[in-house]
């Protein structure tokens, strides 16, 4: 199974950004869709972001389309979330996963991090 770490959370005011990485410590992770899910204290855990395998095709959440980027890099075994234009209400817990299918429904992601804390003061 993937070991995946988070990385590069904080405190941040409105309108500031934050990039978050993720470390993967299997070789094969180049094969693997990844994605970025959130949870909100009280709320479930939702979908951010996701990337396939090679790169080539990203998908966002309504919420963060236009402000947040997921890109990858299969030689590192690295995948980030560089997020903009921060909101208060995007403070909440941010966690990696990995997968074989390109959904946003974290059934389909078997292996996550431990997550990293964003907080956006207003």
């Known amino acids: 199974q993937v070991q995946l770490v988070e990385s590069g959370g904080g405190l941040v005011q409105a309108g500031g950004s934050l990039r978050l990485s993720c470390a993967a410590s299997?070789?094969?992770?180049?094969?693997?869709?990844m994605g970025w899910f959130r949870q909100a204290p009280g709320k479930e855990r939702e979908f951010v972001a996701r990337i396939t395998p090679s790169g080539g095709s990203t998908n966002y959440a309504d919420s963060v389309k236009g402000r947040f980027t997921i890109s990858r890099d299969n030689a590192k075994n690295m995948v980030y979330l560089q997020m903009n234009s921060l909101k208060p209400e995007d403070t909440a817990v941010y966690y990696c996963?990995?997968?074989?299918?390109?959904?946003?429904?974290?059934?389909?992601?078997?292996?996550w991090g431990q997550g990293t804390q964003v907080t956006i003061s207003s």
């Open positions: 996963a990995c997968g074989s299918r390109y959904t946003a429904n974290r059934g389909d992601y078997n292996s």
């Open positions: 299997k070789g094969t992770f180049s094969g693997y869709v």
